[in-house]
């Protein structure tokens, strides 16, 4: 069995593997047994995004826990962080999110949560694995310690509640027009609500879902709509959520995009001011802009680095005791209210600080100027592409040619078959023609090599 778990669990085209029926089921049976631990009756929340198949998923990874003998308990649509949050209030040993975040429709996932409401580790993970590739029928419970399932109706007021804790109770949103992109998919409901319930008046976009439509042209991957929106309609600045609703991108008042990089320089700048941050730093990824080292540097923190994936940036988080950390595409982790990215609540810490300050957006977001960056991404179907002599001689030139005024970073994507190429540098145009050297390099290795002699 190739390996299931990716970056952020278990994703792929819906209906074809790995992302089965057939499969949803034993990772419910697995991962049931798995935390079935001790006498008590276990408890399992299970959530989901708006895409067609987690109808499917949802049934079928539902029919495994109860037949391991755990309590399902399905919260419909929300977001990612709402299932760390319910997992720890109710006091559930599991949870789950079916979702693919920011793919297209026809992909889909498992994401899984500890009862501490923290995503699992490799460890665990792969423990889920062994089991699902062995005979899960040892795990069955007798007829009698079957689960059962129930709908729980007030879970989204739970979490909109959670949210709304967070944002500080001096002020209000009150007078702002703020334009909210929920990408058709599972913040539609609470995004809004949220804003509106704080005093704001909002104008929404991307709530709408109809199975198909999650992230298409809409939300934090595509949100040249949302910026347009916020010209037209005059609104003091644009929040987008993805699909799952753990990432957030912004656009200030004049249509201009602030990232996850602007976002944590942001709230870091503030919390180092007022005693809050702790770790004296923050944790992102390779990801991250050289902008946003240098100029935390300037004000005496440090970034530190993790592997790509918003769970190890938690668990170096844990590591170097910093209650800040993500991820330029948006992951914001303020652990000292969750336990995961959650889009929502970092787009409430920014609204706080911009209204203490009483600055506009594009005023209090500008706070370095990013190093040139470009990324690219290489598609393959077969082999290891990096292992190519060819792939690593373009590496290694690119390496040599920035020396210590650029950065290379190259890896495989965990949730798609692809490359990803990225490079820094002072010249965009070079540092894009070094790119694209590796990326051709990449794309030569799926080509049929001609016969010789």
């Given at each position: 069995m190739?390996k299931?778990?990716?970056t952020?669990?278990?994703r792929?085209?819906?209906?074809?593997s790995?992302?089965?029926?057939?499969?949803?089921?034993?990772?419910?049976?697995?991962a049931?047994?798995?935390?079935n631990?001790?006498?008590?009756?276990h408890r399992?929340?299970i959530?989901?995004?708006?895409?067609?198949?987690?109808?499917?998923?949802e049934?079928?990874?539902t029919a495994?826990?109860?037949?391991?003998?755990m309590h399902?308990?399905l919260v419909?649509?929300?977001?990612?962080?709402?299932?760390?949050?319910?997992?720890?209030?109710m006091?559930?040993?599991?949870?789950?999110?079916?979702s693919?975040s920011?793919n297209?429709?026809?992909d889909n996932g498992?994401?899984?949560?500890?009862?501490d409401?923290?995503?699992?580790?490799?460890d665990?993970?792969?423990q889920?694995?062994?089991?699902?590739a062995?005979?899960?029928?040892?795990?069955l419970?007798?007829?009698?310690?079957?689960?059962r399932?129930?709908r729980?109706?007030d879970?989204?007021?739970?979490y909109?509640?959670?949210?709304?804790?967070t944002?500080?109770k001096e002020?209000?949103?009150?007078?702002?027009?703020?334009?909210i992109?929920?990408?058709?998919?599972a913040?539609y409901?609470?995004g809004?609500?949220?804003?509106?319930e704080?005093?704001?008046?909002?104008i929404?976009?991307?709530v709408?879902p109809?199975?198909?439509?999650?992230?298409?042209?809409?939300?934090s991957?595509?949100?040249?709509?949302?910026c347009?929106?916020?010209?037209?309609e005059?609104?003091?600045l644009?929040?987008a959520?993805?699909?799952?609703?753990?990432?957030?991108?912004?656009?200030?008042?004049?249509?201009?995009?602030?990232?996850g990089?602007h976002?944590?320089?942001?709230?870091?700048?503030?919390w180092?001011?007022?005693?809050?941050l702790?770790?004296?730093?923050?944790v992102s990824?390779?990801m991250?802009?050289?902008?946003?080292?240098?100029?935390?540097?300037?004000l005496?923190l440090?970034?530190?680095?993790?592997?790509?994936?918003d769970?190890?940036?938690v668990?170096?988080?844990?590591?170097k005791?910093c209650?800040?950390?993500?991820?330029?595409s948006?992951?914001?982790?303020?652990?000292?209210?969750?336990?995961t990215?959650?889009?929502l609540i970092a787009a409430?810490q920014v609204?706080?600080?911009m209204?203490?300050d009483?600055?506009?957006l594009s005023?209090a977001s500008?706070?370095?100027d990013?190093v040139?960056?470009?990324?690219?991404?290489?598609r393959?179907a077969s082999?290891?592409?990096?292992e190519?002599?060819?792939?690593?001689?373009?590496?290694?030139?690119?390496?040599?040619?920035?020396g210590?005024k650029?950065?290379?970073?190259?890896r495989k994507?965990?949730?798609?078959?692809?490359i990803?190429?990225?490079?820094?540098?002072e010249?965009?145009?070079r540092?894009?023609?070094?790119?694209?050297g590796?990326?051709e390099?990449?794309?030569?290795?799926?080509?049929?090599?001609?016969?010789?002699?």
């Amino acid at each position: 069995m190739t390996k299931l778990f990716g970056t952020d669990g278990i994703r792929g085209l819906a209906n074809s593997s790995p992302m089965t029926a057939e499969l949803a089921l034993k990772v419910g049976m697995a991962a049931g047994h798995a935390f079935n631990r001790g006498k008590h009756r276990h408890r399992v929340v299970i959530a989901k995004d708006t895409r067609l198949s987690g109808y499917m998923v949802e049934n079928a990874l539902t029919a495994g826990f109860l037949s391991v003998g755990m309590h399902v308990y399905l919260v419909g649509p929300l977001p990612t962080p709402g299932v760390g949050m319910l997992t720890r209030s109710m006091r559930a040993d599991l949870g789950v999110m079916i979702s693919a975040s920011h793919n297209p429709y026809h992909d889909n996932g498992i994401k899984l949560f500890g009862p501490d409401g923290e995503k699992l580790s490799d460890d665990i993970q792969q423990q889920i694995e062994d089991l699902i590739a062995g005979d899960l029928t040892a795990c069955l419970a007798e007829p009698e310690r079957i689960g059962r399932a129930r709908r729980i109706d007030d879970a989204k007021g739970r979490y909109i509640e959670f949210v709304k804790a967070t944002f500080p109770k001096e002020l209000t949103l009150k007078g702002l027009k703020i334009v909210i992109d929920c990408a058709n998919g599972a913040g539609y409901e609470v995004g809004p609500t949220i804003l509106w319930e704080l005093g704001a008046e909002v104008i929404q976009m991307g709530v709408d879902p109809d199975g198909f439509n999650v992230n298409e042209a809409c939300g934090s991957t595509h949100p040249e709509a949302l910026c347009a929106r916020v010209i037209t309609e005059g609104a003091d600045l644009g929040i987008a959520l993805d699909g799952d609703a753990d990432r957030v991108i912004m656009c200030d008042e004049k249509g201009q995009l602030i990232d996850g990089d602007h976002l944590m320089a942001m709230i870091a700048a503030r919390w180092h001011q007022t005693g809050e941050l702790q770790g004296g730093g923050i944790v992102s990824t390779q990801m991250a802009n050289l902008g946003l080292t240098n100029y935390l540097k300037r004000l005496g923190l440090e970034l530190h680095r993790a592997k790509v994936g918003d769970r190890y940036v938690v668990e170096m988080m844990k590591e170097k005791g910093c209650n800040l950390g993500g991820e330029p595409s948006g992951h914001v982790i303020l652990s000292d209210y969750s336990t995961t990215g959650d889009a929502l609540i970092a787009a409430l810490q920014v609204l706080a600080l911009m209204l203490t300050d009483g600055r506009s957006l594009s005023k209090a977001s500008r706070l370095f100027d990013p190093v040139p960056q470009v990324l690219v991404n290489v598609r393959y179907a077969s082999g290891e592409p990096l292992e190519d002599a060819n792939v690593k001689d373009a590496i290694a030139n690119a390496e040599s040619t920035l020396g210590e005024k650029g950065r290379v970073f190259i890896r495989k994507s965990g949730t798609e078959p692809l490359i990803r190429v990225m490079i820094e540098g002072e010249s965009e145009s070079r540092i894009r023609e070094l790119a694209n050297g590796i990326a051709e390099a990449v794309s030569a290795t799926q080509k049929p090599k001609l016969a010789t002699g």
